[in-house]
């Protein structure tokens, strides 16, 4: 039987110190991987919060807007999370590079970042022109070429007009002009007018506004209403004050009842009175004018007919009064001293007439004397006019010319 070897206490004791060693040693190690772990795992956490939690802020590139465009700053963010934002308003009234400044504040380190933008504003609007398409103008007129067209646009107010073609006013014709206007970004539009150059018409339809135009010499208000000038109330037509186009459709009421009360006093003496001519348009006013200036020419022919517009007769209120007691002096110099222009001329104003146009009143008047052409204005003002057989116009009781503007 073997003896067993005895293990020194020095060899013992070294081989414990080792085992110890080895012992903590394996400790430490899951210590330091633990702490590792821990720290991984902090470093994780902490990375993750942070990008589940950091600012983003992103804006669109390039932004290009029109002149005078409603911008709104916050259309241009194109992301934003965790954070506030502020921006400044954009003027586009102008045109040009704008900048937004946008400021931001993270929420998780509450700092402020600074981030730009530039608007580019543009104008692509082209200017307008407003005009007529034709124009007629009188020959020999004087003309601006511009005063023609209105032109406006979105931004400049100083716009490059040119214009290419003339017309020559001295002779009749067509001729066409093509304007061309031009703004500061390049935009332009163009409209062609064309003019047409002829003899000035001796007469042109009128059209009369409603409203007060001004008083006579005699301090009387002058007023448009409804297509006539009324002075002092009375509806006056001379070769001063014309009446619209469309004005009249007949002898009024008053008017007729007048005559036939007239016409039944002449009776009574053996005046046998009618109407020779009443009311007449302006379309029949404009033949009548026109047939006198064709056989007399325009100058003689305005010392006795009115041009269309300018007549007594189509107020509805005169007539031309012939008598059946005459043959061939209806209208004309041969009533002239006859016993039924005698006899008006003394009685028309009981009934309410007066004789419009006086012998020796054509300075006043306008026209030659008339015999037979008598006016209704009402019996009060008629007995006036009349003064004692020496008449008195309208036009010197008002205070008023009678005299065409040309």
Known sequence: MKKKKKISSKGKSKKNTKAKYKKRNKHSLLIFIILIVVLFTLAYAAFYYYQKHKYVFELFDGVNVELNTEVNSADYIKKIENATVTYNSVDTSTIGDKKIEYIVKDKLFKKEHKYYLTIKVTDDTAPVIEG???????????????????????????????????????????????????????????????????????????????????????GYKI??????????????????????????????????????????????????????????????????????????????????????????????????????????????????????????????????????????????????????????VGKELATILYNGGNWITLENYLGITSKYAD
């Open 223 to 376: 007023e448009n209403k409804n297509g006539a000038t009324y002075i002092n109330g009375i509806i006056i037509a001379n070769k001063s004050y014309p009446l619209s186009s469309n004005y009249g459709n007949g002898l009024t009421k008053e008017v007729n009842n007048a005559f036939n009360e007239m016409k039944a006093a002449a009776a009574s003496v053996g005046i046998d009175l009618y109407i020779g001519s009443g009311f007449r348009s302006y379309n029949t006013q404009k033949s009548i004018y026109n047939s006198y200036v064709k056989r007399d020419g325009k100058s003689k022919a305005d010392t006795y007919s009115a041009r269309p517009g300018y007549s007594e007769h189509q107020t509805g209120l005169a007539m031309d009064i012939c008598s059946h007691n005459l043959e061939k002096s209806c209208v004309n110099s041969r009533f002239n001293n006859t016993e039924p222009a005698n006899w008006l001329s003394q009685n028309a104003h009981l009934y309410g007439f007066i004789l419009r146009y006086p012998s020796g009143k054509t300075g006043e008047t306008g026209y030659i004397y008339e015999s037979w052409h008598y006016r209704y």
């Open 132 to 218: 007529k398409d034709s124009v007629t103008i009188y020959k020999n007129s004087k003309i601006d070429l511009n005063s023609y067209i209105k032109v406006s646009d979105n931004y400049d107010k100083d716009l490059n007009i040119t214009h290419e073609g003339e017309v020559d006013t001295s002779k009749n014709g067509t001729y066409k002009v093509k304007y061309t206007v031009t703004d500061s970004s390049g935009n332009s539009s163009t409209k062609t007018i064309t003019f047409t150059v002829k003899d000035k018409p001796i007469y042109e339809p009128v059209t009369l506004e409603n409203g007060t135009v001004g008083t006579t010499s005699k």
